[in-house]
């Protein structure tokens, strides 16, 4: 069954069918001791948001910032705001003062939630250079709050301001005016190419994601959702709420960095995330198959030719397996498969959406053939997450990003650029009448920016179109498909694909440094720091022939010919990554000169 309320009341109307059921599953800030909360937990103090905010003198669709990880209270604090028929704006926890700055002052925001003291920290610094700031509320407890910051308090605090009775009625009367033309969200973009600009989501794109959905990805109140992608981000945030819908679990991970952990130790059973970490699950086990005897080694090589045989070649294109070969995958899930999803610790995993960026048919069919349900999609934030994704129990084509949701209608321009209109779609950019104009055609419908194709009913990316390079000999190269066949190799942990008017293709590569040293260990590689281990001739030579082999299939012109070992990570702070990890280019090709220059010298 699924509530689909209007988000001023979903929790509401969760809580008064599930009761004292659990609702979310949660650590404190810095904390390692799982608590929870029910369904009528969580409805209450959200609707003591909803007053305390009443309280501040909130106004109908006036925007509140919330910059924080995750956490409980930024679920609270969204839903309570909506109780009232105001705004929310995520800002991601990573993001720079000047980002939230700009933010604050483009939405005009009075009233900014924190999560630690990071976020409080850099608020507290830029607090002078908005003039509409006038509040503060910071989730963490533990956070030192500055001796002459009058205007900054706790959640527990704030949430003290409910205890009047005096906006009760008023409370019901914003609840009973809530329209699904009204905007829940204003969510920046992470802005690859320029500034950031507010996409507006409103309840009623929410509600009809939510319900075309369901029809194709039905998550059922018997799953633990785990919660690792930034609430900030619209797939992690459309994907929650609809599993809220159904009556799910949530298991809220405020630390990215302890995902692994935390499956471990709550066991979800759904969880939607962005390839990488499918890749890294993929070398992982890749490095234990190579680390083991031979007997082992060959063991699981086998139990991975029959799973992809069984679940790739039969069951992905609606056939049924051969009876040998359905006992033999069933011997192997029992024996091989079920120990390495416990080791992930989804010993009972249904499905696991994934989306963001191009996923490697390598690491696609890895996860399908050891028995999880990966479910590839494709969306962006103007479309509310989802336009397409593969089909609980349809057949679905590895390397395609599944079938259009219902509601949503695609087309393909005469440049092969993917239209789309219905009603999950934005009615455009906060305060950005221009940008607007150039949005959308002529007919209405919004235009992605991405280059794909549909064949059957699926639909398949190619490149965002103004991505694609094009070398000084004329061909055209798209480095995010050659980045995503790079990346399964262990010793790749980020990298960058140059080429645009240069004469051929070269790369910047961040290596795992653990891996790499242990393998200057193992083969007797003197070096002094990471800077000496990247200038290492047999490092670069050993390199050199492990992307040889990934990229045998790859036309002449698109495969890397040099590349450059850097000795620390892309970064954020900076800018040479968004919020959401993505690349970048026009900053890297900046920061990265020399290095680039030198790959092309005669």
Same mark, same amino acid.
């Given at each position: 069954?699924?509530?689909?309320?209007?988000?001023?009341?979903?929790?509401?109307?969760?809580?008064?069918?599930?009761?004292?059921?659990?609702?979310?599953?949660?650590?404190?800030?810095?904390?390692?001791?799982?608590?929870?909360?029910?369904?009528?937990?969580?409805?209450?103090?959200?609707?003591?948001?909803?007053?305390?905010?009443?309280?501040?003198?909130?106004?109908?669709?006036?925007?509140?910032?919330?910059?924080?990880?995750?956490?409980?209270?930024?679920?609270?604090?969204?839903?309570?705001?909506? @109780?009232?028929?105001?705004?929310?704006?995520?800002?991601?926890?990573?993001?720079?003062?000047?980002?939230?700055?700009?933010?604050?002052?483009?939405?005009?925001?009075?009233?900014?939630?924190?999560?630690?003291?990071?976020?409080?920290?850099?608020?507290?610094?830029?607090?002078?250079?908005?003039?509409?700031?006038?509040?503060?509320?910071?989730?963490?407890?533990?956070?030192?709050?500055?001796?002459?910051?009058?205007?900054?308090?706790?959640?527990?605090?704030?949430?003290?301001?409910?205890?009047?009775?005096?906006?009760?009625?008023?409370?019901?009367?914003?609840?009973?005016?809530?329209?699904?033309?009204?905007?829940?969200?204003?969510?920046?973009?992470?802005?690859?190419?320029?500034?950031?600009?507010?996409?507006?989501?409103?309840?009623?794109?929410?509600?009809?994601?939510?319900?075309?959905?369901?029809?194709?990805?039905?998550?059922?109140?018997?799953?633990?959702?785990?919660?690792?992608?930034?609430?900030?981000?619209?797939?992690?945030?459309?994907?929650?709420?609809?599993?809220?819908?159904?009556?799910?679990?949530?298991?809220?991970?405020?630390?990215?960095?302890?995902?692994?952990?935390?499956?471990?130790?709550?066991?979800?059973?759904?969880?939607?995330?962005?390839?990488?970490?499918?890749?890294?699950?993929?070398?992982?086990?890749?490095?234990?198959?190579?680390?083991? @005897?031979?007997?082992?080694?060959?063991?699981?090589?086998?139990?991975?030719?029959?799973?992809?045989?069984?679940? /790739?070649?039969?069951?992905?294109?609606?056939?049924?397996?051969?009876?040998?070969?359905?006992?033999?995958?069933?011997?192997?899930?029992?024996?091989?498969?079920?120990?390495?999803?416990?080791?992930?610790?989804?010993?009972?995993?249904?499905?696991?959406?994934?989306?963001?960026?191009?996923?490697?048919?390598?690491?696609?069919?890895?996860?399908?053939?050891?028995?999880?349900?990966?479910?590839? @999609?494709?969306?962006?934030?103007?479309?509310?997450?989802?336009?397409?994704?593969?089909?609980?129990?349809?057949?679905?084509?590895?390397?395609?990003? @599944?079938?259009?949701?219902?509601?949503?209608?695609?087309?393909?321009?005469?440049?092969?650029?993917?239209?789309?209109?219905?009603?999950?779609?934005?009615?455009?950019?906060?305060?950005?009448?221009?940008?607007?104009?150039?949005?959308?055609?002529?007919?209405?419908?919004?235009?992605?920016?991405?280059?794909?194709?549909?064949?059957?009913?699926?639909?398949?990316?190619?490149?965002?179109?103004?991505?694609?390079?094009?070398?000084?000999?004329?061909?055209?190269?798209?480095?995010?498909?050659?980045?995503?066949?790079?990346?399964?190799?262990?010793?790749?942990?980020?990298?960058?694909? /140059?080429?645009?008017?240069?004469?051929?293709?070269?790369?910047?590569?961040?290596?795992?440094?653990?891996?790499?040293?242990?393998?200057?260990?193992?083969?007797?590689?003197?070096?002094?720091?990471?800077?000496?281990?990247?200038?290492?001739?047999?490092?670069?030579?050993?390199?050199?022939?492990?992307?040889?082999?990934?990229?045998?299939?790859?036309?002449?012109?698109?495969?890397?010919?040099?590349?450059?070992?850097?000795?620390?990570?892309?970064?954020?702070?900076?800018?040479?990554?968004?919020?959401?990890?993505?690349?970048?280019?026009?900053?890297?090709?900046?920061?990265?000169?020399?290095?680039?220059?030198?790959?092309?010298?005669?």
């Amino acid at each position: 069954m699924q509530i689909n309320s209007h988000l001023s009341v979903l929790i509401r109307d969760l809580a008064a069918h599930y009761g004292d059921r659990e609702a979310l599953i949660y650590q404190d800030f810095g904390g390692s001791e799982w608590k929870s909360y029910s369904w009528r937990q969580f409805a209450d103090t959200v609707r003591k948001v909803s007053i305390a905010l009443l309280e501040m003198g909130v106004a109908p669709q006036e925007n509140i910032g919330i910059f924080s990880q995750n956490s409980v209270q930024y679920l609270f604090c969204d839903f309570g705001a909506w @109780g009232i028929r105001a705004t929310t704006i995520p800002f991601y926890a990573t993001s720079s003062e000047q980002q939230i700055q700009y933010m604050i002052n483009d939405a005009q925001v009075r009233i900014l939630f924190v999560g630690e003291q990071d976020q409080y920290d850099k608020a507290h610094r830029i607090f002078s250079l908005c003039p509409s700031l006038e509040h503060i509320i910071v989730f963490d407890p533990k956070v030192q709050i500055s001796q002459h910051d009058p205007n900054t308090i706790y959640f527990d605090d704030f949430l003290k301001k409910s205890a009047t009775y005096e906006h009760e009625e008023l409370l019901e009367q914003r609840y009973s005016e809530a329209s699904m033309d009204e905007t829940a969200n204003i969510l920046y973009t992470s802005g690859t190419t320029g500034d950031s600009k507010g996409v507006i989501l409103t309840f009623g794109q929410f509600h009809a994601a939510f319900e075309a959905n369901n029809k194709c990805v039905p998550a059922t109140e018997n799953d633990r959702v785990m919660n690792f992608l930034p609430y900030t981000h619209i797939f992690e945030r459309g994907w929650a709420i609809y599993a809220m819908t159904k009556g799910a679990r949530m298991i809220v991970n405020t630390y990215p960095q302890q995902v692994q952990q935390s499956m471990r130790e709550t066991h979800p059973t759904c969880m939607s995330s962005v390839p990488r970490f499918w890749e890294k699950v993929y070398m992982g086990v890749q490095e234990k198959i190579e680390s083991s @005897g031979i007997v082992q080694r060959k063991m699981f090589q086998r139990a991975l030719a029959v799973g992809r045989k069984h679940n /790739i070649e039969y069951l992905s294109k609606g056939l049924t397996p051969p009876l040998a070969l359905h006992l033999e995958y069933e011997m192997f899930n029992r024996t091989v498969f079920s120990l390495v999803r416990k080791e992930l610790g989804l010993e009972n995993a249904n499905f696991f959406p994934t989306a963001g960026a191009t996923v490697s048919a390598h690491v696609e069919e890895f996860v399908h053939s050891i028995g999880i349900d990966m479910i590839v @999609g494709y969306g962006l934030t103007e479309s509310l997450a989802t336009v397409s994704c593969n089909h609980r129990g349809e057949p679905f084509t590895v390397g395609s990003v @599944g079938i259009p949701i219902d509601s949503i209608e695609i087309k393909i321009s005469d440049e092969g650029e993917i239209l789309l209109k219905g009603p999950t779609i934005t009615r455009g950019y906060y305060k950005r009448e221009d940008i607007n104009r150039q949005a959308f055609t002529e007919d209405g419908f919004f235009r992605t920016g991405d280059a794909g194709y549909l064949k059957g009913n699926e639909l398949f990316l190619k490149e965002r179109i103004k991505d694609l390079f094009k070398t000084s000999n004329g061909k055209y190269i798209a480095p995010q498909m050659i980045e995503s066949k790079l990346l399964v190799d262990k010793y790749i942990d980020q990298i960058a694909v /140059i080429a645009d008017q240069r004469k051929f293709v070269s790369a910047l590569i961040i290596p795992e440094f653990k891996l790499l040293e242990d393998y200057a260990a193992k083969h007797n590689i003197q070096y002094k720091d990471h800077e000496d281990l990247c200038r290492n001739r047999e490092i670069y030579d050993m390199m050199m022939e492990r992307i040889d082999t990934l990229q045998q299939q790859l036309a002449h012109y698109e495969q890397v010919k040099r590349f450059t070992l850097l000795p620390r990570h892309f970064s954020i702070d900076r800018g040479e990554l968004t919020n959401t990890l993505k690349i970048k280019r026009r900053v890297l090709n900046e920061n990265y000169k020399a290095e680039i220059d030198a790959m092309y010298a005669e």
